[in-house]
T-cell receptor, first 115, second 111 residues
């Protein structure tokens, strides 16, 4: 199954600044997914990133706040812009484990704290 | 709105016992069901998937699916302290490729 390298693993940021999270996959994948997991909560899908097209955002998430890049089939970035303490969360990228559709693999996550 | 419900727990079981984790879902069109394990501070890890009604066994894990009653469960036999984690249920409906996750059930296996 696919292996994802995600970085940074954690960061503490000042409010009003931006942080870019990177995910590198060891194989080509059509779709990459970005999730947020707040403490004690489930995974919430932020957006789906396809190579060569605009990301598709879920309700409650907008491109100005969470711009996404997908320059090729193995790489994507998520930026958390103009951060506030409410953005403190774990951010995860995910891809299909393999072409059989048997589940999804996650990156190791980025633990973001905004102060 | 698609919903996946899990009891947040914690579910506490003694070492060697069977742990039973349950998940219900609202969308009758759901077709694919997954169980993920998430250790504290780590990302979710896929442990089981099931598509058909009935039981599916993999080592100490058994997934059970009942589409008529809209629930899926995970049984862990001979529970070990290393099984202590949060278990997330995920469901994919027909026509979609994106899973909806439950909030997870915290399992504690005590020696």
């Amino acid at each position: 199954s696919a292996v994802i390298s995600q970085k940074p693993s954690r960061d503490i940021c000042q409010r009003g600044t931006s942080l870019t999270i990177q995910c590198q996959v060891d194989s080509q994948v059509t779709m990459m997914f970005w999730y947020r997991q707040q403490p004690g909560q489930s995974l919430t899908l932020i957006a789906t990133a396809n190579q060569g097209s605009e990301a598709t955002y879920e309700s409650g998430f907008v491109i100005d706040k969470f711009p996404i890049s997908r320059p090729n089939l193995t790489f994507s970035t998520l930026t958390v812009s103009n951060m506030s303490p409410e953005d403190s969360s774990i951010y995860l990228c995910s891809v299909e484990s393999d072409s059989s559709g048997y589940g999804y693999t996650f990156g190791s996550g980025t633990r973001l704290t905004v102060v | 709105q698609k919903e996946v419900e899990q009891n947040s727990g914690p579910l506490s079981v003694p070492e060697g016992a069977i742990a039973s984790l349950n998940c219900t879902y609202s969308d009758r069109g759901s077709q694919s069901f997954f169980w993920y394990r998430q250790y504290s501070g780590k990302s979710p890890e896929l442990i089981m998937f099931i598509y058909s009604n009935g039981d599916k066994e993999d080592g100490r894990f058994t997934a059970q699916l009942n589409k008529a009653s809209q629930y899926v469960s995970l049984l862990i036999r001979d529970s070990q302290p290393s099984d202590s984690a949060t278990y997330l249920c995920a469901v994919i409906t027909g026509g979609s490729y994106i899973p909806t996750f439950g909030r997870g059930t915290s399992l504690i296996v005590h020696p």
